[in-house]
DNA sequence: CGGTCTTTTGAACGGGGTCAACTTGCGTGG
DNA sequence: CCACGCAAGTTGACCCCGTTCAAAAGACCG
């Protein structure tokens, strides 16, 4: 489900600003719990950015094995990473808002501005940066290892915060890692077993990190 | 071992001349078989392209462990894809000559031609593409699958040969796809005994596909 | 030839997957 | 408010695929 909240020119956070000043017409769509933004193969015609909620991104085999490629949280971009096509799809994790803009006119603002291509770039690069890691991950680090790195990970894009909500599920966290929900869930036990982790309150999704250097160790 | 071949103003090929034209300086250099062409954390000055051999890319665990990104043939650019440092090794893999050129002088090329931009977006999402199919094969596929999508990856980029000689070692396969070496030739063995391929001759490295459909399905 | 590196093949092990039971959280409606 | 249904998460038991360890057979080069 999408719903427009409004179309504007205003100032823009982040990598969105450092590409295209403030010069780009976009809009806010609100996407429910679970709903699809693109899916893989549509065109791709939008860039966006979220302002609240989060994101997965996932491609799929034949049979229905699931490859999460990132989860994006508030002012990351995503679905620019394209050609003409979008290669995987896009859903909204929890309640999301996101700010939509048309990407021809991402580039055009972009030629304008000295420098922009290089955030341009940038902003690309860091999209491959974090697949290049996650392919370490996915192909040499063992589960205990890729359940650490993806709570170090994690901890560091919510801006180490004492207490960390998790907004996805542990099936997503074992399809981002490469794992089973039940591997990932009896690492997690493990972790709290040894007094690395906490879970606060009666969700497991609410996680503080007790010791963080130790964790950073374990997933090296 | 590096081998300085000459520096020119020529016609060069495919990427690069999409995105610069014919008008930037570039350098040949020749490096021997098992050399590194530079090294994880150095500086990216500049941009590299394949004129023949083959080279890898890899990250290193702490421990050891290697994962190795991307194998690039003749006509691919490597390299580029970097902010202000490398984030892998990238090594020689055969006697190989490369072509170079500074990468600011293609950031500069680009701006000046039109859809230079697009060109420059299109190399580097092309990474991109490759690193978001690997993520799924190192997450989600078996050992069998993994070791046949790898032979179609090949075959392809290789133009459909009726022999291809591939230039890697069975432990830069098994590097590449997340698997052990004993693992890549019980595979390729498994293979050869159910016809879909050939051993040619002597040496373990010439192969030839007897049945490619089935060895696509086989790699879903 | 001998020496070294690559590749294959076999045997045994174990990490993570599979299957299943159970618990808990959280609506939704009586 | 509790009863019910369902999704999410935990935990245990068993098993299998891919790893590990080991040996031997090429391939290549002096």
Do not use: W
Not at 64 to 90: K, V, W, Y
Not at 96 to 108: K, L, Q, Y
Not at 141 to 158: G, I, S, Y
Request: hydrophobic content about 40%; charged content about 30%.
């Amino acid at each position: 489900m999408l719903v427009n909240i409004n179309t504007h020119r205003r100032p823009i956070d982040g990598h969105l600003a450092a590409l295209a000043g403030e010069r780009v017409l976009c809009s806010e769509y609100r996407y429910h719990k679970g709903t699809e933004i693109f899916g893989e193969g549509e065109e791709a015609e939008y860039v966006y950015q979220i302002v609240t909620g989060a994101v997965r991104t996932h491609k799929l085999l034949a049979d229905g094995r699931r490859q999460i490629n990132a989860f994006h949280l508030p002012c990351d971009m995503f679905g620019f990473e394209n050609g003409s096509n979008h290669r995987f799809t896009a859903e909204a994790i929890v309640e999301t808002d996101v700010r939509i803009m048309r990407r021809g006119s991402v580039i055009e603002a972009t030629e304008s501005r000295t420098g922009g291509i290089r955030s341009l770039l940038r902003l690309v690069t860091q999209n491959l940066k974090h697949a290049e890691d996650h392919m370490l991950l996915l192909g040499r680090k063992t589960a205990p290892e890729r359940v650490a790195t993806f709570l170090v990970e994690m901890d560091a894009r919510l801006g180490h915060p004492r207490l960390m909500t998790l907004p996805m599920s542990r099936r997503d966290i074992a399809d981002y890692l490469g794992l089973t929900l039940e591997t990932v869930s009896r690492a997690l036990s493990r972790l709290r077993d040894q007094n690395l982790i906490r879970f606060e309150g009666t969700t497991q999704r609410r996680i503080e990190l007790l010791r963080r250097e130790q964790l950073a160790e374990l997933g090296p």
